[in-house]
């Protein structure tokens, strides 16, 4: 995007709440901001821009999955800590890991069909 506007507008959308407030962010009419989203080029930047922060994110939550795991067994395991803090522990991580393996399945499945409406689409 060569436009330094645009580029402003892009990035405020991305850190606000609003179209409105992005727009204010910038000194640009909230009318401009619109007609912006509405062009096909900006308003794909802006999807993708949007998707790249939330792999980023995903990224991140990932990386500290393992560490979170480690802080609930820890409770669930302390001798130190409520027995109503230690039930709790126990059942996030039993929460937790019943999805876990139900979305693992889940995908498991997916991949299934989908493999098999290729072979029939062959």
Do not use: C
């Not at 850190?15 to 409105?20: A, D, L, P, R, S």
């Not at 990932?62 to 609930?72: N, P, S, T, W, Y």
């Not at 669930?76 to 709790?88: C, F, I, Y």
């Amino acid at each position: 995007m060569k436009n330094s506007k645009k580029e402003q507008l892009l990035s405020a959308l991305l850190t606000h709440q609003t179209i409105k407030a992005a727009a204010k962010s910038v000194n640009l009419p909230e009318s401009t901001a619109f007609r912006w989203l509405r062009d096909e080029e900006f308003s794909e930047e802006y999807r993708q821009r949007k998707r790249q922060m939330v792999a980023e994110a995903s990224n991140f939550l990932q990386l500290k999955i393992g560490e979170a795991v480690r802080i609930i067994d820890g409770l669930m395991n302390s001798e130190k800590v409520s027995p109503r803090t230690r039930l709790d522990a126990a059942r996030t991580i039993l929460e937790f890991g019943y999805k876990a393996i139900e979305q693992g399945e889940i995908i498991e499945r997916l991949e299934l069909l989908e493999a098999e409406m290729t072979d029939t689409e062959r």
